[in-house]
C-alpha cells in the first residue's frame, strides 16, 4: 500500500497472525465486504471497502483464523506445480475422468478434441501453442457444462447470473462480479463434477449473500448439505490441478 495507512490495517496487525505470515491489505472502494484470497504460494490478501469498520475487519478476520491458518498451511507445503509433456500418453482429466493425450497431425480446422477415449492435440508448432491449445479447449468445454448446469442451482437458491464464464482466475477456483457475473477458473474441470458443482453453487449464493458470513454457509449448505465433505476433499485435490504449465 502507499499513502497513509488504512486503519483496517492496523487492525489487522494488532491480531495474532503468525510471524512468518506475508499479507497485504488492499483498499477497492467499490467493494462492499472484506475479502480474503490464499494466495498459490500462501501469502494473504485482505480486501476491504474504503470505508470499512476497523473493529468489525478485525474481528471478521479472527473468526477465520483458525480455517485460514490451514489454508495457508496448506498452499505452503502442497508440492510443485504440476507440468504436463505434451506427449502421446500424457494424461488429462476432464469432470473427474483421465484420458491419455494422442498427438495428431496438424492441418486445416483440425482443433483439440475427445475422440475414442483419448485427448486429441494437433501436433503444435512450439510447447506453449500446445498448451495453450489445451487450455482453451478445456475453456469451450467447461463453457457448454455450465451453461446446462448452472440454471438448474440458480434457480434453487432463487438467483439470476447475469453472465457465465470460464477463464483463468489466477489462485482463485470462482468469483462472483458486482454485476452478476459468475466466473469458474477453467482448471476446476479436471475435478470431478461434484467439486465443479461446490465451486459453482458457492459463487451462486454470493448472488444472495456477499462475504462469508454464517447466513452464507447456511445458504451453501441448504442447497448442497454434504458442502463440507466436499470441501475437505476439494483442498486435498487441488494442488494437484494441472494449471497450464507445459514442457
Avoid at 498451511?73 to 504436463?84: H, L, M, T, V, Y
Amino acid at each position: 500500500m502507499t499513502g497513509p495507512v488504512h486503519p483496517a490495517q492496523q487492525a489487522i496487525a494488532a491480531l495474532p497472525l503468525p510471524d512468518e505470515w506475508e499479507w497485504e491489505l488492499v483498499v477497492r472502494p467499490r467493494r462492499r465486504t472484506l475479502g480474503i484470497d490464499v494466495a498459490p504460494d500462501g501469502g494473504v490478501r485482505f480486501t476491504v471497502p474504503s470505508d470499512a469498520d476497523p473493529r468489525e475487519v478485525a474481528a471478521a478476520v479472527r473468526s477465520r483464523l483458525p480455517r485460514l491458518a490451514d489454508e495457508v498451511r496448506r498452499r505452503r507445503e502442497r508440492p510443485a506445480k504440476q507440468i504436463k509433456e505434451l506427449v502421446d500418453g500424457t494424461g488429462f482429466a476432464y469432470l473427474g475422468r483421465r484420458h491419455r493425450l494422442r498427438i495428431v497431425p496438424a492441418g486445416e480446422g483440425r482443433r483439440v478434441r475427445l475422440h475414442q477415449g483419448r485427448l486429441e492435440l494437433p501436433r503444435p508448432t512450439h510447447r506453449q501453442a500446445g498448451g495453450q491449445a489445451v487450455i482453451e479447449w478445456y475453456k469451450a468445454c467447461g463453457s457448454r457444462w455450465l451453461a446446462v448446469r448452472a440454471p438448474s442451482y440458480a434457480g434453487t437458491i432463487g438467483v439470476s447470473p447475469t453472465a457465465l464464464e470460464v477463464r483463468d482466475l489466477g489462485s482463485r477456483w470462482g468469483a462472483c462480479a458486482p454485476d452478476g457475473t459468475i466466473a469458474l477458473h477453467w482448471a476446476v474441470f479436471q475435478l470431478p463434477v461434484a467439486l465443479v458443482d461446490l465451486v459453482l453453487v458457492h459463487e451462486l449464493c454470493h448472488l444472495r449473500v456477499r462475504g462469508h458470513s454464517e447466513a452464507f454457509h447456511r445458504l451453501l449448505r441448504r442447497t448442497l448439505p454434504d458442502a463440507e465433505v466436499r470441501k475437505r476433499v476439494l483442498a486435498e485435490t487441488e494442488p494437484d490441478l494441472w494449471r497450464g504449465a507445459v514442457t
